[in-house]
C-alpha cells in the first residue's frame, strides 16, 4: 500500500512540473493598419468656387446632400483635415436657419462638412436682429448664396405658440411666432393635438419668417431682387429625415 502512494505521488509530481514548465498561452497581437477610405474629401470650399456658385445650384447640391442623408450614404470626410484647411478663412454656400431642435441635425441633414454651411438656430426658427445680422454677415460680406429657412414637424415651439404657453422668457419668445398662427385659415380643431394643424403651422411660420427677413433687411432684399441670393423656405421630415423645399 505504501508502494502505491509513493507511485502515485511521484506520477503527481511529474505533472505538476510538466504543467509548470508550459508557457502561458499568448494573447493574439493585431497590428493597427492604415485604411484609406477612397473619395474622402478633405478640402474645403476656396472662394473661387463659392464665387461659381449660383443660388439654385447650391439648392441643387443641399437636395442631393439630403437625398443621401435619408439613403443613408453620407459622403466619408476627414474633418481634422478640413480643420486645418479652413483654420484662416471660410467661403460657405449657404446660411441656413433652424430649430434649436436635438433631432435636427443640420449639417448632416444635409451632407455637408466643415466650412459648408453657415448655421443659426433658435426655437421656433423665426428671426430677430441678432439672427437678421448674422444673415446678413453671410451673404453681404461672406459671399454666402443661399438662405434657407428650415422649420421642421412636430416642433415644439410651433405647438407651444399654438397653445399660447405662458413660461418665463418662453412667453416673449413664443410672439415671433404666434403670427404664424394667426395666418393658418383652418376650420378644425386649432390646437398642438391636432398634427395637421401643427404642420399647416410650421409651414407657415417658415413663410412668414422669410417675408420678415425682406422687410427687416433691406440688404438681404436687394441682394435677392439683383439675383446675387435666393431666400427659401423648408420642412424637415423627423419621421424619414426628408427635406421638403416650399
Known amino acids: 500500500m505504501s508502494k502505491l502512494i509513493n507511485i502515485s505521488m511521484s506520477a503527481l509530481m511529474v505533472l505538476f512540473l510538466i504543467a509548470c514548465d508550459q508557457k502561458?498561452?499568448?494573447?493574439?497581437?493585431?497590428?493597427?493598419?492604415?485604411?484609406?477610405?477612397?473619395?474622402?474629401?478633405?478640402?474645403?470650399?476656396?472662394?473661387?468656387?463659392?464665387?461659381?456658385?449660383t443660388p439654385d445650384s447650391v439648392i441643387k447640391t443641399l437636395q442631393e446632400g439630403n437625398e443621401r442623408f435619408v439613403s443613408n450614404d453620407l459622403t466619408a470626410r476627414d474633418h481634422s483635415m478640413q480643420v486645418r484647411k479652413s483654420t484662416l478663412a471660410q467661403f460657405p454656400k449657404a446660411i441656413v436657419l433652424s430649430c434649436v431642435d436635438s433631432?435636427?441635425?443640420?449639417e448632416d441633414v444635409f451632407d455637408r462638412g466643415i466650412g459648408d454651411l453657415f448655421v443659426a438656430r433658435v426655437a421656433g426658427n423665426f428671426v430677430n436682429e441678432d439672427i437678421l445680422g448674422s444673415m446678413e454677415f453671410a451673404c453681404k460680406v461672406s459671399g454666402s448664396k443661399l438662405v434657407l429657412v428650415m422649420g421642421h414637424e412636430h416642433c415644439g415651439a410651433v405647438k407651444a405658440a399654438i397653445d399660447d404657453v405662458k413660461?418665463?422668457?418662453?412667453t416673449s419668445m413664443l410672439q415671433k411666432i404666434i403670427p404664424a398662427v394667426?395666418?393658418?385659415?383652418?376650420?378644425?380643431?386649432?390646437?398642438?393635438?391636432?398634427?395637421?394643424?401643427?404642420?399647416?403651422?410650421?409651414?407657415?411660420?417658415?413663410?412668414?419668417?422669410?417675408?420678415?427677413?425682406r422687410l427687416?433687411?433691406?440688404?438681404?432684399?436687394?441682394?435677392?431682387?439683383?439675383?446675387?441670393?435666393?431666400?427659401?423656405?423648408?420642412?424637415?421630415?423627423?419621421?424619414?429625415?426628408?427635406?421638403?423645399?416650399?
Open 216 to 246: 427687416k433687411s433691406p440688404i438681404l432684399k436687394e441682394m435677392e431682387d439683383n439675383g446675387e441670393i435666393k431666400i427659401v423656405g423648408a420642412l424637415y421630415d423627423m419621421d424619414n429625415g426628408k427635406v421638403t423645399f416650399l
Open 167 to 170: 413660461l418665463g422668457n418662453i
Open 24 to 53: 502561458p498561452p499568448v494573447a493574439e497581437v493585431t497590428e493597427a493598419v492604415d485604411i484609406e477610405v477612397k473619395g474622402v474629401v478633405e478640402d474645403v470650399l476656396t472662394k473661387a468656387q463659392q464665387d461659381a456658385l
Open 182 to 213: 394667426k395666418l393658418v385659415d383652418y376650420e378644425g380643431d386649432k390646437s398642438s393635438k391636432n398634427q395637421e394643424f401643427v404642420h399647416m403651422v410650421s409651414e407657415s411660420n417658415v413663410k412668414n419668417t422669410i417675408e420678415q427677413i
Open 103 to 106: 433631432r435636427v441635425p443640420v
